[in-house]
Each structure stands twice: as structure tokens, then as C-alpha cells.
């Protein structure tokens, strides 16, 4: 087996490999191992926020984790996106874009906004594109929905409660 299997095949928490916090499906050759200050905060992530979530939605897809720079690039992310965990040298959060495999978007967003002692402070929901945005960034906790890219429409506790995915 070669180095990248290795690294790839790394078990973060019981349910979440480093392979499916790292993967791209559009850019498979960007991806790289992480360095071991980035693996640290990957594993931390999914055993404090992927499972405890995994264990109220069931089944989750990452659609994308961890992305170094050039792979952030190239899905066209913001110059600090959270997914890259590391900007300049400073540490800015883990991010991960999930999708439950057995509950709708908009369920999955009220379970997160009923545990707040996850330390999910960004989440922000893409109906359209079908996937929830979560991180780990400074700050108190934050709701957004993105109904167009670049757009961020800050969704208040009631409007979390209510929140339907239009049909
Ligand atoms: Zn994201």
C-alpha cells in the first residue's frame, strides 16, 4: 500500500475517516495528506460535532472537509474559507458541508440549533444546493441561510423553528 492509502484509511472517530474529511470528488488530484496540527483539529471535530450530530440525524454525507489551499481554489472558496482549518498560520476553525442520508435539510438545521453545546458557531443552510455548512469559527453561534451564492441571510432562533425547504 502506498503513502497516500496510509494517511487516507486514518479512522478520526467511529464513524468518520480522514479520507471522507479530505476527499474531493471534483478535484481528487488536489487532494493531499493534512499536516498532523490539521489532522488534530479534524479528529476533534468528528468526535465533538460529527458523531454527537450523527447520533441525532443518522447517517451523514461530507460533501467537503478539509480543503488545502489550491483545492479550496479551485471549488472557488473564499480566500479564508474555514475549510482550509489553517490561513496564514493561524488556526481559523474546521468546516464541513454535510448532508443527512435519512432527514431533510431543514429537520437536520433544527436538531443542530437544539444542541448548542456542539461548538458548531457557523451554520448556514443552502436549500437549493441541499446541504448544511457547519464551523467552528470565533464568535457567538450564528444561523444563515444561502438562497444564491454569496448571499447569507441570518435566520433568527423562531425563524430556525419554522424553517421549511419550499417545495
Ligand atoms: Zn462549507
Not at 4 to 18: A, C, D, G, K, Y
Not at 30 to 50: D, F, G, H, K, S
Not at 96 to 109: E, Q, R, S, Y
Amino acid at each position: 500500500m502506498g503513502k497516500i492509502m496510509e494517511w487516507q484509511n486514518m479512522r478520526l472517530s467511529p464513524h468518520f475517516s480522514m479520507f471522507e474529511l479530505c476527499r474531493s470528488d471534483e478535484h481528487p488530484h488536489l487532494v493531499q495528506p493534512p499536516n498532523t496540527v490539521i489532522q488534530y483539529w479534524l479528529t476533534w471535530w468528528a468526535r465533538n460535532v460529527l458523531e454527537p450530530l450523527r447520533d441525532r440525524c443518522g447517517p451523514i454525507r461530507i460533501n467537503s472537509g478539509y480543503r488545502n489551499p489550491e483545492l479550496n481554489r479551485a471549488v472557488g472558496g473564499e480566500k479564508r474559507s474555514i475549510h482550509q482549518v489553517s490561513v496564514s498560520g493561524e488556526i481559523v476553525g474546521v468546516a464541513t458541508d454535510i448532508v443527512p442520508l435519512k432527514m431533510p435539510i431543514d429537520t437536520a438545521l433544527r436538531v443542530i440549533s437544539e444542541m448548542p453545546e456542539l461548538p458548531i458557531r457557523g451554520c448556514i443552510i443552502y436549500p437549493k444546493r441541499g446541504f448544511i455548512h457547519i464551523d467552528s469559527r470565533a464568535g457567538p453561534r450564528s444561523f444563515f441561510e444561502s438562497p444564491t451564492k454569496g448571499v447569507y441571510l441570518p435566520l433568527s432562533r423562531d425563524a430556525i423553528k419554522k424553517y421549511r425547504i419550499a417545495a
